[in-house]
């Protein structure tokens, strides 16, 4: 009886089944993109997925979850700093550390699904994993913003998209899901109530009257029917030209804009962080970073200080 429990005890820390990463990356892509993630992070696995290709080799098809271990983890970690994309130019390292994020995630989702005991993953040294460099996000000004509002578009959808985007925060891929069900009224105002894609969290926020009017005439339906993202791209690229905006700007550069321009106005960094519905006050922070006329007052600021102090002790030592 008494090994019978120790048996019992050993079976329950086994994994619940044998799977092959191959059949479980399969089924992992379709689940996050029928359920949570959406086509940005389906892209993100399937580059990832890739990669490990290149990094096993011909041992990626025999390569069963539960053999995955802290060495493998770590070779894949090593390859990535060190990879090429199919041009043979060297992979970002932003691309790699995000490759390993999806890789690190998957893993953990494979503990949830019975497939590890743990994830190797997590036990890799912070000096091991592709690092992710300082980027500095590009974004637009007020001015900047206004100028594109007053410039002809090419396409009238992507222009009230791109700007309603700007006075909310919106990512893309909730911007594209948005129906008119989930624009409530309230009051002498309008709200909006959604389910945001990305983390599937709930996320609701007042509609500033500008923001309203990008949201165009009511049809039921899809409020923003947007082309491909390729093809948003180039309109995108074409229209902040003809507005005289030489940035690279991306229909993520809207999220950006709203979030440092709020910051700008004085807002504090927690209120825009519920704003944008992040779930860690540091991912907000790194806005903080880009807003330099907030840093050029700050300075000026100390310098009026002192000058009054200077000239109040000046006054002192006079008499």
């Known amino acids: 009886m008494e090994n019978k429990g120790i048996f019992a005890r050993l079976k329950a820390l086994l994994p619940k089944r044998r799977t092959r990463l191959s059949e479980y990356l399969k089924e992992y892509r379709s689940r996050n993109l029928a359920e949570r993630r959406g086509n940005s992070f389906d892209s993100m696995v399937g580059n990832m997925e890739h990669h490990l290709r290149q990094c096993l080799g011909p041992d990626f098809a025999t390569l069963a979850v539960s ?63 592709p690092k992710r460099p300082m980027v500095t ?23 009230r998209a791109f700007m309603f985007s700007c006075l909310t925060g919106l990512r893309l891929s909730d911007i594209r899901r948005l129906r008119w069900r989930d624009i409530l009224r309230e009051g002498d105002g309008w709200r909006f109530s959604i389910i945001m894609q990305k983390t599937q969290e709930p996320m609701q926020s007042k509609l500033s009257s500008e923001a309203c009017r990008w949201l165009g005439d009511s049809t039921g339906g899809t409020i923003f029917p947007l082309p491909s993202n390729s093809t948003l791209g180039r309109i995108l690229r074409q ?14 550069t809207a999220r950006h804009s709203y979030a440092t321009m709020a910051l700008s ?21 790194v806005y903080a970073a880009v807003v330099d006329t907030q840093r050029d007052a700050a300075v000026d600021s100390v310098s009026h200080l002192f000058r009054q102090q200077l000239e109040k002790q000046k006054q002192v030592h006079d008499t």
């Open 265 to 285: 106005s004085g807002n504090d960094i927690y209120t825009i962080s519920k704003l944008l519905g992040h779930r860690n006050i540091n991912t907000t922070a």
């Open 239 to 252: 229209w902040a030209t003809e507005a005289g905006i030489m940035k690279h700007v991306t229909f993520h």
């Open 67 to 129: 053999n995955i271990d802290t060495a493998l983890c770590k070779r894949f970690a090593c390859y990535l700093k060190r990879a090429v994309k199919n041009t043979g130019e060297p992979l970002s390292l932003v691309s790699a550390h995000h490759y390993f994020s999806a890789f690190r995630t998957m893993l953990s989702d494979a503990v949830a699904d019975g497939l590890l005991r743990d994830n190797p993953a997590l036990r890799l040294r912070k000096q091991e994993i």
């Open 137 to 159: 996000k590009t974004y637009l000004d007020a001015a900047e913003v206004a100028q594109l509002a007053l410039t002809p578009c090419p396409s009238a959808v992507v222009k």
